[in-house]
């Protein structure tokens, strides 16, 4: 290859609309696919810490179903009585929630200083964005992305607890959907808040004490929602999270709610995660247009 | 490390047609029959709230052209390529960029640019290669293809031997060079750059300058940035001098020279104190004067000359040199001021 054929030369090029047309079929592709190229940056840097990926989506069921199934568990039934909780083991009660979690937690470090990082700090969506890729694609890839790995998370997770024996029901499978969609839904309004930040003072460590892990603790994940008080339960009725461990639990051991419940569930989810994702669109889409 | 290249004889490195005054303002010389604009901004302007970055900016640039914007830091030199490089709306005037409108064709124009920006941007967690890589992707091209590029780029901005570095471990001049490498890897028809070699070393600086004058040389249109006076004259067939927002000259670097300064200057010290003082008893000697605060400038046709009649009237400079004018010259008198201050 020539780095440079001679302009107008041989590619028949002579004038300027000659340009124009060869621009907008170079444009053809990235503005089809550019957030999968997005994706697929993101999937060669996370393949350089593969190994580190794969021992913590393997080991962190691992060690869960030890502490919840043997430890907890057994204090749990004690006190619970042979009816268990909703019904059934404790390990099944907070398997699906468990897999929730774990896609909240993935939503709650990939959907802040990476974001952060390609924005500022090594600034490679400007990068991006000088190439053909638009900010809409940015933000669409970067979900992307992050639900791959959610999606991938959950389904290592789902087998953890398949093989315990948590996983009752044969519609089981579906919790790895039900968590994807709580991950996003948790993790595309963080996304947009991230997009918006010009700088790091400590925000995302906030976010990180007071958002997240007060949610897994009381969104009825390893407690049901009604053992909170009263005025507390509302955290639960906001929190994406014991949406979405409702949901799975319905899928996993067929927990009886109502089908109304369900349907608050499932809307509920669904609408966060298209509201955050498009307000990340406008965040990023304004921020890089300066 | 690559080996700078100097030819024999050293100084300029290539001749520049003399004698060519500017034409129109500010379009592109005809090069043979036909001229195809690839540029075309006319009363550019961008705001930010009150203030103006851009204020009502008009030039062409022609295929095949290297053309710079010649200006101090806060110019809008870099909003100026943001929005050509079409990733800033423009607040008024109109704006072609390969015979496209860059609110409208966006991803268009991009396809078929490459970017060189002021920051690097390159990924650092990614090896040198694995950059290119995935830069190409960008552009919707096949791997493959990506591949073999990436492998001769490399070669071109002599880092074959990095491939599998971390960018982290490149120096300031490298990370330049991938990134020229980068922004070439769609084979662009227009290339942007801007500040190319801020920040580098001298003779990291040689050696940029070298590949973008090969590039040059292949015929890639060149629009570039800069606030060194040197750079514009290696680089630059064509530039605009830019100042708080608005083109205060354009040309050549050598017309605008003849246009703006005299043959050579004289520079003279007298110590801080006296430099006031002295400059008064100069008066009439050359075509101009500048009082800068350490040492005042004679602009003279003849330099040697001027300083033979300094001595005449009785004064004594500490220093003097004689030397040719250069477009920092031209931009102390068309604002006053020097480029880096």
Known sequence: MTLRQAQGGASGANDVDAFADEAR??????????????????IRVWRRYLGVNIASAIGTPVIYVFAFGIGLGVLVAASAGPGGIDGVDYLVFVAPALIATSAVTIASSEFTYPIMLGFKWNPTYI????????????MDGVVLFVGLRMLTASIVYYLVMLAFGAVPSPIGWLTILTATLTGLAFGTPLLA????????????????????????LFSGTIFPLTQLPWFLQWIGWLSPLWHGSELGRVVAYGAERPAWLIAVHVVYLVVLAVVGWRFAVRVATRRLDK | MAQLELRPGGGRRFSRPKGAAPAAPCRPVGIGSTTVTVITATGLVKRYGDFAAVDGISFEVAAGESFGLLGPNGAGKSTTMRMVGAVSTRTEGSLRV??????????????????????????????????????????????????????????????????DAKVDDLSGGMKRRLTIARALINDPRL????EPTTGLDPQARHILWDRLFRLKEQGTTLLLTTHYMDEAEQLCDRLVVVDRGKIMAEGSPAALIRQYSTREVLEVRFGSEQNAGAADKLAGIGDRLEVLPDRILVYAHDGEAALVEVTARGLQPLTSLVRRSSLEDVFLRLTGRSLIE
């Open chain 1, 25 to 42: 079929r170079a444009a053809v592709a990235p503005r089809r696919f550019g957030a999968w190229y997005v994706a697929e940056h993101q």
């Open chain 1, 127 to 138: 990068g991006m964005n000088a190439a053909p890729l638009a900010a809409r694609q940015i």
């Open chain 1, 193 to 216: 808040y991230s997009a918006s930040l010009k700088e790091d003072r400590g925000q995302f460590a906030v976010v990180q004490r007071v958002l997240v892990l007060p949610l897994t």
């Open chain 2, 98 to 163: 390969l015979g496209l409108d860059p609110n409208e064709h966006g991803p268009e124009i991009r396809s078929r640019l490459g970017v060189v920006p002021q920051q690097d941007n390159l990924d650092n967690e990614l090896r040198v290669r694995e950059n290119l890589l995935t830069y190409g992707r960008y552009f919707g091209l096949p791997r493959r293809l990506v591949a073999s590029r990436a492998d001769e780029l490399l070669a071109f901005a002599q880092l074959a031997d990095r491939k």
């Open chain 2, 191 to 194: 290339l942007l750059l801007d």
